[in-house]
């Protein structure tokens, strides 16, 4: 097994708490997610965040729009089983309810909460019942004043008003909060988020934001997030997908473990298939892909359909199979040769091979 070939080194930031979870420092990069139920349905919203729990997401936010939403937040909180960030936009009032309802975390856009005396009832609110804040910064969102002083928005705009809602919470005494500066265009995010980097040492929340479907959005944020990642700037990310929550799931552990940061599930690396292919490995990988989502402990497994890339492949990862001729593979198991199988189904031999492989890691650690 290869040790990776470079690692990153991380910004040190300050650490703050989600709830139970500890963000910046040397702890883990955090993935989080929306739910797009409404929040007034209790029921629908938990289902929700339960089954990106099973995934592996570490904090979840929630739209609390209207006092419905505020007062749905006790019964969310009270069976999530992840910390739950309350969006509030607009109503500072929801800011207070959702803090005093058992959010862990409120997270504001200062652009359109209100005055400054909104803003610290907000603030009084967080510190009363240990919530922390978010201040998501937004380009499609910033203050008046900013945009009379930029014209448009800019990576200079979204830091200066990151920077003067710093000051607002630092001179609240408050410092338990994180920050993002989120715009759709990557280029802009990334300078927007290099810049922040420098100025501060609070914890950087990151994302892309409104990047589009599963595949746009997945691309989109794969570049702009991955680039300030492979930087060491970020504790947290978003992958903002117009799918299902369980999509910017995926999508963000796989942005995370390509980076060597985060190590959960299944990896698999599988080639794009050829004439050469001795098997269906398109249909192989998706179909296992889906059957192993459950498995949280990290494992390799690489799947080729020849011998051209099969055999060095399979060196590196914990199990591998290569295609051969008339129906007759080879399997790999830590990265030597173990048994050929012939006119199996594939696709269940592997899952159960991958299943007890995994249980076999789990008991040695």
Same mark, same amino acid.
């Given at each position: 097994m290869l040790r990776p070939y470079q690692q990153i080194n991380r910004r040190k930031s300050r650490v703050i708490k989600v709830g139970n979870v500890s963000i910046g420092g040397n702890n883990q990069i955090a993935v989080q997610t929306m739910t797009n139920t409404l929040t007034s349905n209790a029921k629908d919203t938990i289902a929700q965040i339960e089954r990106s729990a099973k995934l592996g997401v570490d904090l979840v936010r929630v739209s609390v729009p209207d006092k419905e939403s505020s007062h749905s937040l006790k019964e969310i909180v009270k069976h999530s089983p992840v910390p739950i960030i309350a969006d509030i936009h607009f109503h500072y009032k929801r800011g207070i309810e959702a803090a005093n309802n058992g959010a862990s975390c409120i997270r504001i856009n200062p652009g359109n909460i209100g005055n400054i005396e909104r803003i610290k009832e907000v603030i009084k609110a967080a510190k009363d019942n240990n919530c922390s804040i978010r201040v998501g910064v937004n380009a499609g969102s910033l203050e008046k004043q900013i945009l009379e002083k930029f014209s448009e928005p800019n990576p200079e705009a979204l830091v200066e008003s990151a920077k003067l809602n710093i000051k607002i919470l630092e001179d609240n005494d408050f410092t338990n909060f994180k920050i993002s500066v989120k715009s759709s265009d990557i280029f802009m995010s990334i300078k927007a988020y290099e810049q922040l980097a420098e100025l501060c040492d609070y914890p950087l929340h990151l994302g892309i934001t409104e990047?589009?479907?599963?595949?746009?959005?997945?691309?989109?944020?794969?570049?702009? !997030?991955? #680039? %300030?990642?492979?930087?060491?700037?970020?504790?947290?990310?978003?992958?903002s997908l117009s799918d299902e929550p369980e999509e910017e799931v995926r999508v963000g552990f796989e942005i995370l473990k390509s980076l060597g940061l985060r190590n959960r599930g299944v990896k698999i690396i599988s080639c794009?298939?050829?004439?050469?292919?001795?098997?269906?490995?398109?249909?192989? !990988?998706? #179909? %296992?892909?889906k059957k192993l989502d459950d498995i949280s402990t990290p494992i390799t497994v690489s799947i080729i359909g020849c011998v051209v890339n099969g055999p060095g492949e399979a060196t590196m990862t914990n199990i591998g199979i290569t295609g051969g001729g008339n129906d007759t593979h080879m399997i790999y198991l830590d990265g030597k040769k173990n048994n050929v199988v012939k006119n199996v189904d594939l696709e269940n031999y592997l899952e159960d091979l991958i299943r007890k492989k995994t249980k076999e890691i789990e008991l040695s650690n």
């Open positions: 990047a589009g479907g599963k595949r746009t959005g997945s691309i989109k944020s794969s570049i702009g !997030v991955g #680039n %300030l990642l492979l930087r060491g700037i970020g504790d947290t990310i978003r992958i794009p298939s050829c004439a050469r292919q001795q098997f269906e490995v398109i249909k192989t !990988v998706k #179909n %296992l892909e």
